[in-house]
T-cell receptor, first 110, second 111 residues
Framework: DAGVIQSPRHEVTEMGQEVTLRCKPI?????LFWYRQTMMRGLELLIY????????DSGMPEDRFSAKMPNASFSTLKIQPSEPRDSAVYFC????????FGPGTRLTVL | KQEVTQIPAALSVPEGENLVLNCSFT??????LQWFRQDPGKGLTSLLL?????REQTSGRLNASLDKSSGRSTLYIAASQPGDSATYLC??????????FGKGTRLHILP
C-alpha cells in the first residue's frame, strides 16, 4: 500500500482564493482525520470522519473551512476564501486502529 | 534523524495516584514538543504544547516539562482518574514538515 496520499504537496495562493486539499486514505481504514500544524499552535485536529460520516468538526476554525468525504477512498478540505493566517501544513491521517499520517500539504497564503 | 521514544509502553495504576510518562528524543534541535491523548476511534487531542524556549507547561492536573539538552520530556498527571485512561503520545515536528511521534504509553487507571 502507498500509505495515505495527499495532494498537492505544496500550494501557494493569494488571499481570497479557494483552496482544496485532497486526501486518499489507506484502503480498508474506516477513520479519516484532518490536522493543521503550525509552529505556534502545534498539531491541531480539525475534523474527523468514521465510515465517511463527520463525527467531530469542533476543531474547524471557522465557516471558511469545510471538509467532505464522499466515499471511503477520498476526502477534501476546502478553504474559501483563504487568508494569510491559514498558512500551515495540513495533514490527513487514516486509521483502523493506529493512525497513519500522510506527507502533508504545505499551504502558503500570500 | 529524529527518533522519539516513550517509556513505559503501558502503565496501570490505581485511581488517585500521581504518575509520570516519559518521552525522549534524539535530536535536541526541536522548536516544540507536543503531548497528545488518543482515545480509540477518535482523533488526537492536544494536551500540552511546549515551545523550545519553555521548560514546562501546565493545564489542570497535567504538567509537561521539557529538557532540550538531555532530549527528554515528561508528562505528569496528578490525582489520576479512570477517565484519564487512554494512550498518550508525544511528538516533535521536523524542519521538513514531518511529525515524529513516539509509540505511545497506554495508560489504564484502575477504579
Amino acid at each position: 500500500d502507498a500509505g495515505v496520499i495527499q495532494s498537492p504537496r505544496h500550494e501557494v495562493t493569494e488571499m481570497g482564493q479557494e483552496v482544496t486539499l485532497r486526501c486518499k486514505p489507506i484502503s480498508g481504514h474506516n477513520s479519516l482525520f484532518w490536522y493543521r500544524q503550525t509552529m505556534m499552535r502545534g498539531l491541531e485536529l480539525l475534523i474527523y470522519f468514521n465510515n465517511n460520516v463527520p463525527i467531530d468538526d469542533s476543531g474547524m476554525p471557522e465557516d471558511r473551512f469545510s471538509a467532505k468525504m464522499p466515499n471511503a477512498s477520498f476526502s477534501t478540505l476546502k478553504i474559501q476564501p483563504s487568508e494569510p493566517r491559514d498558512s500551515a501544513v495540513y495533514f490527513c491521517a487514516s486509521s483502523l486502529r493506529e493512525q497513519f499520517f500522510g506527507p502533508g500539504t504545505r499551504l502558503t497564503v500570500l | 534523524k529524529q527518533e522519539v521514544t516513550q517509556i513505559p509502553a503501558a502503565l496501570s495504576v490505581p485511581e488517585g495516584e500521581n504518575l509520570v510518562l516519559n518521552c525522549s528524543f534524539t535530536d535536541s534541535a526541536i522548536y516544540n514538543l507536543q503531548w497528545f491523548r488518543q482515545d480509540p476511534g477518535k482523533g488526537l487531542t492536544s494536551l500540552l504544547l511546549i515551545q523550545s524556549s519553555q521548560r514546562e507547561q501546565t493545564s489542570g492536573r497535567l504538567n509537561a516539562s521539557l529538557d532540550k539538552s538531555s532530549g527528554r520530556s515528561t508528562l505528569y498527571i496528578a490525582a489520576s482518574q479512570p477517565g484519564d485512561s487512554a494512550t498518550y503520545l508525544c511528538a516533535v515536528p521536523t524542519e521538513d514538515d514531518k511529525i515524529i511521534f513516539g509509540k505511545g504509553t497506554r495508560l489504564h487507571i484502575l477504579p
